[in-house]
Structure formats: C-alpha cells, structure tokens
C-alpha cells in the first residue's frame, strides 16, 4: 500500500508565500517524478511543476520565477515553494508521484488536493 498526503495549504494575502508538502509512504524503492498539478474552478487540471530524478525541472509560463519544485527523497517527500502569490493562482493543488516499489513494480499515485486561496 502507498499513501501520498499532501499539506501546506490555506489562505494568503497577494504577495504572500507558501509551501506544499508532498508526502508518500509505504513499500516505496525511489520517486522517478514528480508533480505539482492545480485546477482552478471551471478549469482544465494543469501542469505547475515537474522534476524528475535527474533533476530536470519544468515550470509553467505563470509561475517560473515564482514557484520552486524540490524534494527529500531521504523522506519520500516533495515541496512546492511558492512566493509572490497572485490571486489567479487560487486554485486546489494536487502532487502526483511516480514511484517505483520495493517490489520492482511502477505505481503512479496522486494525492488528495489542497486548497490554495490568494485573497486580501
């Protein structure tokens, strides 16, 4: 069994900042990659950042310079920095995972979401 559990959410004031967590846990060997999604109400789910295990990072147009994808593979964990929010990035985010388990199987995981809200 896998769990990914996601934290950090909440409301913020436009220029504010907060951090995502991303944690996976069970019979876990490494994460590949890794994912940071959001959907807005009314809007398709999209891609925010990516970063695989070589490091090779990607960011929407809308938030580079903003926002930084990082991990902890130590502790199976990933991040979502994100300063200089607007109110446009309101939006429920979720992680996905690329895992392989200790089992040699792939298992791609998403978590549960967390609401992001940027208002004064």
């Known amino acids: 069994q896998v769990q990914v559990v996601e934290s950090g959410g909440g409301l913020v004031q436009p220029g504010g900042s907060l951090r995502l967590s991303c944690a996976a846990s069970?019979?876990?060997?490494?994460?590949?990659?890794m994912g940071w999604y959001r959907q807005a109400p009314g809007k398709q789910r999209e891609l925010v950042a990516g970063l695989t295990s070589g490091m090779s990072t990607k960011y929407a147009d809308t938030v580079k310079g903003r926002f930084t994808i990082s991990s902890d593979n130590a502790k199976y964990t990933v991040y979502l920095q994100m300063n200089s929010l607007k109110p446009e990035d309101t939006a429920v985010y979720y992680c996905?995972?690329?895992?392989?388990?200790?089992?040699?199987?792939?298992?791609?995981?998403w978590g549960q979401g967390t609401q992001v809200t940027v208002s004064s």
């Open positions: 996905n995972l690329d895992l392989t388990l200790v089992s040699g199987l792939f298992y791609n995981s």
């Open positions: 069970g019979s876990i060997s490494r994460i590949d990659a």
